[in-house]
């Protein structure tokens, strides 16, 4: 069922959550200055933003309910390698007395005899340009206007089991407001699942923000900056997708969404005019602050389908390594269109033109018949020629895929079927490959792809693929 998510747990996590919220804010934003035996681990982050004209955030927080005699304290890592360094880290007992704190290259081993402490340390958070390769390992920024905060790059993990999750608190403009991938009531967030918190993400600031239930999922939208649209057509588009897409797979693996819309600051060139990058639960756009209103109806919107598909095709179905990006790519972006059609957004002449647009860049393309498409890469944006051969080629071979199956099968199989198989059918930290994918293919249809793709994907020199779609419909 669609709503399989809501268990009695789940609620009994949001009912202590709602007694938390009135605990804390009975405190305050100070420590707490007495221990509570009936309270499980949990900790309590704030984050002071409030100074925005440093190019730092101060982190203090608190660890409550422990009754280990030493913590640990590591910094989240990401696929990218990349880290956090906290600056002048230290910890105190609830009276104000220092703690010894062991340091390592990989860990921070905090002396805390089995009680409570309170911990604090700065973390530089300098962005740069958003096509240098720090724009998949630093996403959080601070601006005037506004901030956006990723876990990652802010916070150090604890080793503690901690039950009742964590809570998360911004010293930010009164006049600012608020949205996070987790639950978020004003300035605070808490985070349930532990799992879940290094992805968490909240951005905050002089924005517009629109909440909506989406097939017994939470879909959030924060709309930063001005724009030549109505921001409230662009989030009924936003749950149009959404809801098509929960549908297309049964059921969704979240049960919230975050979607932040900001304007991209770098256009044409050797940029692009609009892309997207999806972290957990939430999906950042940034669109051109030039595009007007009849662009949501028109190719700008795959990006809204394609990061919002990667929650399946790419999150719960994620890539045994970067060998299948192709797969994990081309398939999103083949879908995304196909989302819009799908979904009226588009018309069928507005995707046959899209799909010629990619079929005629793949084949002008300086790295066709010289790259294998399994080779391609998009880890260098500043590449763009590569960038859209790796895209261009995914799709193309997930077209083709698309068309051998239904062929095949007669049309009762699609590859949409075969996705949807996948989803249903994976195991618990079970990563997809070609060989999963071959033999849902086979299963399903009967057809042995294995040596076509192959060749697709490894020959640069073969031309398999029509300048004139395929008939699938």
């Known amino acids: 069922m669609r709503t399989g998510w809501m268990t009695k747990g789940r609620y009994g996590h949001l009912l202590w959550a709602a007694v938390l919220f009135v605990f804390v804010s009975y405190l305050g934003c100070s420590r707490f200055e007495t221990r509570l035996s009936s309270v499980r681990p949990f900790i309590h982050y704030r984050v002071s933003v409030s100074d925005l004209d440093l190019e730092v955030l101060r982190v203090e927080g608190d660890v409550q309910g422990v009754v280990r005699k030493e913590t640990i304290f590591r910094p989240a890592s990401n696929d990218e390698g990349g880290t956090i360094d906290p600056i002048g880290f230290k910890a105190e007992d609830l009276d104000g007395r ?165 304007p991209n600051p770098v256009k044409g060139g050797a940029g692009f005019d609009y892309y997207g990058i999806h972290l957990g639960g939430t999906m950042f756009l940034f669109l051109d602050p030039h595009m007007d209103g009849h662009m949501l109806f028109d190719a700008p919107m795959s990006v809204v389908a394609h990061e919002l598909f990667h929650n399946w095709n790419g999150e719960a179905l994620s890539p045994a390594s970067n060998s299948f990006l192709w797969f994990t790519e081309g398939a999103t972006v083949y879908y995304s269109y196909r989302v819009l059609e799908g979904t009226g957004i588009i018309t069928p002449e507005q995707y046959k033109a899209r799909r010629n647009v990619i079929y005629n860049r793949f084949v002008d393309n300086r790295y066709h018949g010289k790259v294998p498409i399994r080779e391609a890469q998009n880890n260098d944006l500043g590449d763009k020629e590569m960038v859209n051969f790796f895209y261009d080629g995914g799709y193309l071979t997930c077209e083709r895929l698309d068309a051998m199956i239904r062929s095949e099968s007669k049309g009762r199989i699609k590859l949409i079927d075969v996705l949807r198989y996948l989803y249903n059918n994976r195991k618990p930290g079970q990563r997809v490959d070609e060989g999963l994918l071959v033999d849902a293919i086979k299963k399903l249809s009967g057809l042995d792809v294995s040596l076509a793709l192959q060749k697709m994907l490894d020959d640069p020199s073969a031309e398999f693929f029509s300048k004139a779609p395929s008939s699938l419909d």
């Open 98 to 262: 220092a703690l010894e704190v062991e340091r390592s290259d990989e860990a921070l081993k905090i002396k805390n005899d089995g009680k409570d402490f309170s911990f604090s340390y700065t973390v530089p958070v300098v962005v740069e340009n958003r096509y240098s390769p720090d724009v998949r390992t630093m996403l959080t920024m601070i601006d005037t206007e506004h901030c956006r905060l990723v876990a990652r790059d802010l916070f150090l993990l604890c080793d503690t089991d901690l039950a009742d999750g964590i809570i998360i608190d911004l010293d930010i403009p009164d006049d600012w407001v608020l949205a996070s991938s987790a639950i978020s009531i004003r300035k605070r967030t808490v985070v349930e699942e532990t799992g879940d918190f290094p992805l968490t993400t909240i951005v905050c600031g002089r924005m517009q923000s629109f909440d909506s239930s989406v097939d017994a999922v939470e879909v959030s939208m924060a709309s930063i900056g001005k724009w030549r649209f109505e921001a409230e057509r662009l989030f009924e588009l936003v749950r149009r997708i959404a809801s098509y897409e929960i549908d297309m797979f049964g059921g969704s693996p979240r049960a919230k969404f975050l979607v932040i819309v900001e």
